[in-house]
């Protein structure tokens, strides 16, 4: 069997297949050769993954098609704030990332946007006062009242929860799709995209981006929030 006609072999059989395992893969190619080696499997994976036809959404878990990150480019606005963090507090773990991305997902698209900087919980109060020196609108999060939409252009301030999936960019720190997900299913003050709209939002991310499943848990499990996770992961996978 040449190179390309199991290429379509594989596309063909896993064609309709939401989630595809490592254990699946596997057994495709021990029909054919059942004495092949493990990492002879493992080599032709990588090479799927390489070539676009396979995408990791997880530990041993994949989908046909090539990776496609969310990775939207920070605005000046976040930058300014990312690059003040930075110096003026270059030793402390930070995330960045803006409601407005929540358009990318969302059946109900928001007309306003706020940006939130996630920090160590020992400096939040240091880094929200050094903001409200530097910028006009800075709340922490601890004393919002009402809803999100009433404070347009504010910068909320956060505590970072550990081991959050960040990732860099421009030299900031930004959130992750993962990251964005969990907190928008979870965080209170993010509830107005709770109850049904949650299942539109993941279902979106999901066919539209490659979203690791295990760093969804992983993350989620840091907030205690694993079953609401997992709940909305299982769903998503019914439909």
Not at 81 to 96: D, H, T
Request: aromatic share 12%; net charge positive.
């Amino acid at each position: 069997m040449t190179e390309k006609t199991d290429r379509y072999s594989f596309q063909e059989r896993f064609g309709k297949s939401d989630i595809i395992t490592l254990k699946d893969i596997d057994s495709f190619y021990r029909e054919t050769d059942p004495s092949i080696p493990g990492a002879t499997v493992n080599w032709r994976v990588h090479a799927l993954v390489q070539s676009g036809i396979l995408r990791r959404i997880g530990k041993g878990l994949y989908q046909l098609g090539e990776e496609q990150p969310f990775a939207p480019k920070a605005d000046v606005g976040m930058k300014k704030i990312g690059q003040f963090v930075g110096k003026r507090f270059p030793f402390i773990s930070y995330c960045l990332w803006d409601l407005s991305c929540v358009n990318y997902f969302s059946r109900h698209l928001i007309d306003f946007n706020v940006r939130f900087i996630d920090v160590e919980r020992d400096v939040v109060d240091s880094v929200y006062y050094a903001l409200k020196e530097k910028f006009a609108k800075v709340m922490s999060i601890r004393n919002l009242y009402g809803h999100l939409s009433d404070f347009d252009n504010t910068v909320f301030v956060r505590p970072l929860v550990t081991e959050s999936p960040v990732r860099k960019a421009d030299g900031l720190f930004m959130a992750t799709l993962e990251k964005m997900l969990v907190d928008m299913a979870t965080d209170k003050e993010l509830v107005s995209f709770q109850e049904n709209e949650i299942y539109t939002i993941f279902g979106t991310a999901f066919e539209k981006y490659t979203v690791n499943r295990n760093t969804l848990i992983r993350y989620a499990s840091r907030k205690n929030k694993k079953d609401e996770i997992e709940r909305i992961i299982n769903y998503i996978d019914r439909q």
